[in-house]
């Protein structure tokens, strides 16, 4: 057992995050593994489990819980299986629709209307 108290912080704080990161983790999982059974049972609701879990491994991704490549590999095996049971490719549909908004730039204005005055140069006597 650690005896600084840095260190002993450190411990409390690395259990928390160990604790989070395994309902994530179990969370994904769970996910992933309605979609198989969705499937093997005929594949009714795979578009809308397919989607939850695709949802489910990017927010694990995000928060680093698993690697942004673990994730897109985990994805791609997923579809993959999809696609192979179903013997067509699925459309998965998003639950948002995002919408896109145009932001355009603000003019800039000077304070004064006078333009700036510039040096002339100087004469040079040798």
């Avoid at 990161?21 to 769970?30: G, H, P, W």
């Avoid at 198989?36 to 989607?51: F, I, P, R, T």
């Avoid at 994730?71 to 179903?86: C, E, H, P």
Wanted: no cysteine; hydrophobic share 35%.
């Amino acid at each position: 057992m650690p005896v600084i108290k840095s260190a002993i912080k450190q411990m409390r704080q690395a259990e928390a995050a160990r604790k989070k990161n395994r309902e994530v983790k179990a969370s994904f999982r769970n996910k992933v593994k309605a979609v198989q059974k969705d499937l093997e049972a005929g594949g009714q609701n795979v578009s809308k489990l397919a989607s939850e879990a695709f949802s489910a491994i990017d927010k694990a991704a995000k928060k680093n819980i698993i690697h942004k490549k673990t994730a897109a590999r985990r994805k791609s095996r997923l579809v993959l299986s999809i696609n192979k049971s179903l013997g067509k490719t699925v459309e998965l549909k998003s639950d948002r629709t995002k919408t896109a908004t145009v932001v355009k730039p603000k003019k800039v204005t000077t304070k004064s209307a006078k333009p700036k005055a510039t040096k002339k140069p100087t004469k040079k006597t040798s």
